[in-house]
């Protein structure tokens, strides 16, 4: 939901220089239901629809790549509506993430200040900071009914619509094997993030480290494998996820662009692949 108070932290996601302008077509309180951006520099524009400013910028999405994307969203998409309508289904009580996310709260421990959940979903990440010093967003390319409750842009991590030096923690939660674009978007967390900011990211690894890890992969394909012949949007060129990690190449990734403060590795279930825990600094 756009309200009055992200206004000032909001920018075009291309230029990043402009001023955005708001065209105010509806309003109630201090939330914005409908009305339009529009950037003084690059002169491109950004819809607000039922309440959502949607910052996706269409004219970038163009080539294969993208195509890619798009159709990996789509399978994501209808993967996630199956979990909704079909709860009972074996195949859909795997994995789990509940208890991850309140040992992700607290291995990140924040405190205070303006937090960015990028691929944020139902932003059901808000309720386990509880605190009033925190102001939460959500940013994710889907966008769910629960977004009206919430600080919420519909957007692309490669191109987040927020100034610089706006936050001081972003947040991923299994989502980094989704993104696009790995390094365009470390780039743009350091830029949003502020100097003390800190990047911190649950992610699963998948390696062969001994007789539970080899259970965890094949458990793991397996139910891949059964929800993807489940879905009913998919092609069989788009993977299910545009990246896997070992332990290592995930941490030489992020090694580019941060440094790592503190790192954890989280054994849920016995057929689930571990989790990486990951709190890490720019490297300026």
Sequence with gaps: MLTDD???????????????????????????TEGNFYCNMCSNSYPVNAGVPDFVPRETLHGQEWKTWKNHLDGFQERRKQRILEPDRLINKVGKKSRVHEAFA?????KEGNVLDVGCGPGKFRFLLGNDTISYYGLDPIVLPEVRDFRFVRALAEYIPFRDNTFSHIVIMSALDHFRDIDTF????????QTEGRLSIIQSIHEVRGLRSGIKMVTHWIKDTLEDRATKTKSPDVPKHLSEFSKSSLLH???????????????DKWYTPNK?????????
């Design 186 to 193: 470390l780039k743009e967390a350091v830029r949003v993030l």
């Design 106 to 110: 607290r291995f990140v421990d924040i």
């Design 6 to 32: 992200m206004i000032p932290v909001l920018c075009c996601p291309l230029c990043r220089a402009g001023v955005l302008q708001l065209n105010r077509e509806n309003q109630e309180n201090n939330k914005i």
């Design 276 to 284: 990486l825990f990951i709190t890490l600094s720019p490297r300026i």
């Design 253 to 267: 990734i992020l090694g580019h662009y941060f440094k790592i403060e503190t790192f954890d590795e989280f054994d």
